[in-house]
């Protein structure tokens, strides 16, 4: 079975402009979390989506916003970004009915 | 607001040796808690995920064990390698919102 896939893996972007990730789930998993890591502030929590609905929402800027597609895979965008945005970002999924979280390998952000 | 410290922050071992990773929580109202590994710039690995119902779980050299009440896990690695180096990592997922939170993580070092 296929791990949990993150498109791009690297990113470089100026301030101001904006960011779409991706984030395709373990076949069968319904529910995909966004996390940001940052040396500073660890894992942070940033959402979670369930069958195509935010479930959970951690306490990031309006900047943030994601979504989720009938397939389960998952967006993530981040408008006018800042400096303090460079990160790496973590997608997981789980099943729903098992909670075990399954990360994929992450996108590093930049932002110049 | 739960909040999740491992102790230590950094651990250097020579190999062979057996060790005891900590991790506690301020809020005991848990579904559960799940240790990790990350490897430098990379995902994370899950290792153990032990319900709030359990004592403990076990895969290979590796025992997790949780006390619920006292807010505190321990991750035991038996006979320490090289390729355990890592960094360990726990996350709680909490009743209240939840949502899963991580603690800062131990930087395992183990020398040959």
């Known amino acids: 079975k296929a791990g949990v896939t993150q498109t791009p893996r690297y990113l470089i972007k100026t301030r101001g402009q904006q960011v779409t990730l991706s984030c395709s789930p373990i076949s069968g998993h319904r529910s995909v979390s966004w996390y940001q890591q940052t040396p500073g502030q660890g894992l942070q929590f940033l959402f979670e989506?369930?069958?195509?609905?935010?479930?959970n929402k951690g306490n990031f800027p309006g900047r943030f916003s994601g979504r989720q597609f009938s397939n389960s895979r998952s967006e993530m965008n981040v408008s006018t970004l800042e400096l303090g945005d460079s990160a790496l970002y973590l997608c997981a999924s789980r099943s729903g009915s098992i909670d075990e979280q399954y990360f994929g390998p992450g996108t590093r952000l930049t932002v110049t | 607001k739960q909040e999740v410290t491992q102790i230590p922050a950094a651990l250097s071992v020579p190999e062979g040796e057996n060790l005891v990773l900590n991790c506690s929580f301020t809020d005991s109202a848990i579904y559960n808690l799940q240790w990790f590994r990350q490897d430098p710039g990379k995902g994370l690995t899950s290792l153990l995920l032990i319900q709030s119902s359990q004592r403990e779980q076990t895969s290979g050299r590796l025992n997790a064990s949780l006390d619920k009440s006292s807010g505190r896990s321990t991750l035991y690695i038996a006979a320490s390698q090289p390729g355990d180096s890592a960094t360990y990592l726990c996350?709680?997922?909490?009743?209240?919102?939840?949502?899963?939170?991580f603690g800062t993580g131990t930087s395992l070092t183990v020398i040959p």
């Open positions: 996350a709680v997922r909490q009743v209240a919102g939840n949502q899963f939170y």
């Open positions: 989506y369930f069958s195509e609905t935010q479930r």
